[in-house]
């Protein structure tokens, strides 16, 4: 069964970057036809979709954060991770990564999330 | 683009029927059959229960089902019980050129 697991600092000071992992296990980030990505929730604006990755590298972002959003995978480590640039408060969320199959627009399997909170 | 419009909270006792909706525009809900439902229980990760509007996945209950009428994607829960009470969130397609995706507010389903 294939499970994601998000990892990473709960705390990231105003105008840094944030940086988290999520780690998939039970199946490989390079088989099939999927595309991994991260979702974010926040009080203020809800759901939010951040960005995909194919294996291939081939990234899609939102274009909202684009300027500030980098997705990346690392086949060897069957991870892929989000950096996000110059963050505020209001980029405290829970960050969750998920996954989509090539075909579908759904995301069928998603990790439990992780809470980071940007403060000084 | 603005989020999914959904009540924020649906409540109903064991064994009845509740239906969440989930009002978008024509530029999402109104124009792609794309509509999935998520159910999240605290602490959990989100488990897809619907997509494209109407499909369970394998290993989901049919006593979940969905249906779209115009702007308005619904969930329906048949049979209500206690491990249903969660958080249900819809989520729409709403082209590729901009933003792909829009999600709706969450509705907090609680059995009485």
């Known amino acids: 069964q294939l499970q994601l697991q998000e990892s990473g600092p709960g705390l990231a000071k105003p105008s840094e970057t944030l940086s988290l992992t999520c780690t998939v296990s039970?199946?490989?980030?390079?088989?099939?036809?999927?595309?991994w990505g991260w979702i974010r929730q926040s009080p203020g604006n809800g759901l939010e979709w951040i960005g995909s990755?194919?294996?291939?590298?081939?990234?899609y972002y939102n274009p909202s954060l684009k300027s500030r959003v980098t997705i990346s995978v690392d086949t060897s480590k069957n991870q892929f991770s989000l950096n996000l640039s110059s963050v505020t408060a209001a980029d405290t969320a829970v960050y969750y990564c998920?996954?989509?199959?090539?075909?579908?627009?759904?995301?069928?399997?998603w990790g439990q999330g992780t809470l980071v909170t940007v403060s000084s | 683009q603005s989020a999914l419009t959904q009540p924020a909270s649906v409540s109903g006792s064991p064994g009845q029927s509740i239906t969440i909706s989930c009002t978008g525009t024509?530029?999402?809900?109104?124009?792609?059959?794309?509509v999935s439902w998520y159910q999240q229980h605290p602490g959990k990760a989100p488990k897809v229960m619907i997509y494209?509007?109407?499909k369970r996945p394998s290993g989901v209950s049919n006593r979940f089902s969905g249906s779209k009428s115009g702007n308005t994607a619904s969930l329906t829960i048949s049979g209500l019980q206690t491990e249903d009470e969660a958080e249900y969130f819809c989520?729409?397609?709403?082209?590729?050129?901009?933003?792909?995706?829009?999600f709706g507010t969450g509705t907090k389903v609680t059995v009485l």
């Open positions: 989520c729409s397609y709403a082209g590729s050129s901009t933003m792909p995706y829009v």
């Open positions: 494209e509007v109407n």
């Open positions: 998920a996954r989509r199959e090539d075909g579908y627009v759904h995301f069928d399997d």
């Open positions: 039970g199946g490989s980030i390079s088989s099939g036809s999927f595309y």
């Open positions: 990755i194919y294996k291939s590298g081939k990234t």
């Open positions: 024509t530029s999402d809900v109104g124009s792609y059959n794309l």
